[in-house]
């Protein structure tokens, strides 16, 4: 029994610690909603795509072809 008491102290402390760091990790909380007139900036990751579709895709073929010769231009270089 005593055994079983000393694991449920122990669980305990462990969990109270893990909780402790991870609360430590979380960013502070930030008010949700923004003043009225605030204008916020766009913070989103991902650009809104602009063109039509067909422009869309000639400029994927030409930032991947870009790369492309880049990491060859690179490859060159480290074998000099």
Do not use: W, Y
């Not at 909780?19 to 990790?25: A, D, E, H, T």
């Not at 979380?26 to 989103?44: I, V």
Request: avoid cysteine; proline fraction near 10%; charged fraction near 10%.
């Amino acid at each position: 029994m005593f055994s079983l008491a000393g694991l449920l102290v122990v669980l305990a402390i462990i969990g109270f610690t893990v909780k402790k760091q991870l609360n430590s990790l979380a960013p502070p909380a930030q008010e949700a909603t923004a003043p009225a007139g605030t204008n916020l900036p766009d913070t989103s990751p991902i650009p809104t795509p602009t063109g039509t579709p067909q422009q869309q895709v000639q400029q994927v073929q030409s930032d991947v072809q870009r790369a492309l010769e880049q990491g060859a231009a690179r490859a060159s270089e480290a074998d000099h």
